[in-house]
């Protein structure tokens, strides 16, 4: 479960940041992001924006299924719930990443990211302006992350798929 939800924010990174892959220094963002995670029985879908600021300010406003503010500081996280204004307060002596935001700033590398997390790419095949592109796990984590394809056209992602180890079809 954790590293299939991992791996779909992987693909969501790169369907949403594709229109930022070779622009220059980023200043801020924002990305309206929608997450989909199908698991044998449970489906899970979670709607929002996130704002970030290079600054070191990140804030994740989940407006699907719950109304709730995520608020990233450099000594915690506040979780925030508008309709009943309460918050709850994480105080830690380092500041609180995010794996999977990491992999939105990832997208602006010519590998999306996916070596720096461990995948290699197998093989490619270009035909006219669109670029297959087929990505393995390094061996040793192999047993807990599957393949994954890419479809570019015209330097924008249009089609991206992940499988378990076992094949499966992720997303």
Known sequence: MKNSAFMFIILLTLFYFNN???SQSIQS??????RYLKEENREEIIKGVIYYQ???NTIISVK?????????KKNGMDI?????KKVIR???KKPITLPFFQSFLGVMQKDYGLMGIGYKLSHF????????????PRKILSKEMGNLTIIDISNKINYSEI??????LIS
């Open 20 to 22: 930022i892959v070779y």
């Open 54 to 56: 290079t600054s070191g």
């Open 64 to 72: 699907y299924p719950i109304n709730q503010w995520l608020i990233l």
């Open 80 to 84: 925030y719930y508008p309709k009943s």
């Open 125 to 136: 095949n270009n035909r006219g302006d669109t670029l297959f592109s087929y990505w393995k």
């Open 90 to 92: 994480y105080i830690t």
């Open 29 to 34: 963002l924002q990305i309206e992001f929608e």
């Open 163 to 168: 499988k378990n180890p076992d094949e499966s």
